[in-house]
């Protein structure tokens, strides 16, 4: 995750260096030519302050989601990437432009929330509500309203989330009972 954030940090500085050069990759929506930058809009960002407000979250919820291994979490990650890219390219307003990590923040927030009752653990359910406690007011950053803000990315980060937390449940191994008798 520290990588992964510092790689985001490196990109602001290359982008601030070059005069905002590759905020061109961002997500202006229903242009075709557009949904190849659903990724790299993921790892852009518009400002210092912007990058900031997502460190800390990315790196502690990212983590969290890592845990179950990397390539699970790349999965997990690439999956609410692409439902959150896809729906700021169907439902943001036309002629913005959309970059950020904040729709990957929410999609863990929601997978972390979730996966737990997906996968029926006890502990995944109580990390799940640890991290509901911790960051859930962010989740008013899913509703429209804050001007420069894109509610679309927040809330379809969210939906690729919950997808994710069902696409990358884990299987339920019963728990060995006794012998028949006989054996």
């Known amino acids: 995750m520290a990588a992964w954030v510092a790689l985001l940090w490196l990109l602001l500085g290359i982008d601030e260096a070059?005069?905002?050069?590759?905020?061109?990759?961002g997500i202006t929506p229903r242009r075709p030519g557009e949904l190849l930058d659903v990724i790299p809009a993921a790892f852009l960002h518009g400002s210092v302050a912007h990058l900031a407000s997502n460190t800390f979250p990315l790196l502690v919820l990212g983590f969290l989601a890592a845990l179950g291994g990397l390539a699970r979490f790349f999965g997990i990650v690439l999956t609410i990437t692409v439902v959150s890219g896809l729906?700021?390219?169907?439902?943001?307003?036309?002629?913005?432009?959309?970059?950020?990590?904040?729709?990957?923040?929410?999609?863990?927030?929601?997978?972390?929330?979730?996966?737990?009752?997906?996968?029926?653990?006890a502990w995944d359910v109580v990390l799940g509500l640890v991290v509901l406690a911790v960051y859930g007011s962010v989740l008013l950053g899913a509703l429209p309203g804050n001007p420069g803000v894109s509610w679309q990315a927040h809330a379809f980060g969210l939906v690729g989330g919950v997808l994710a937390a069902f696409l990358f449940r884990r299987e339920r191994h019963p728990r060995p009972g006794p012998l028949p008798p006989g054996l």
Do not use: H, Y
């Open 18 to 25: 070059t005069g905002e050069s590759l905020d061109t990759l």
């Open 87 to 121: 729906g700021v390219w169907l439902t943001a307003p036309s002629n913005s432009v959309t970059i950020g990590a904040s729709g990957v923040v929410f999609g863990l927030l929601a997978f972390l929330v979730i996966t737990g009752f997906v996968n029926r653990r």
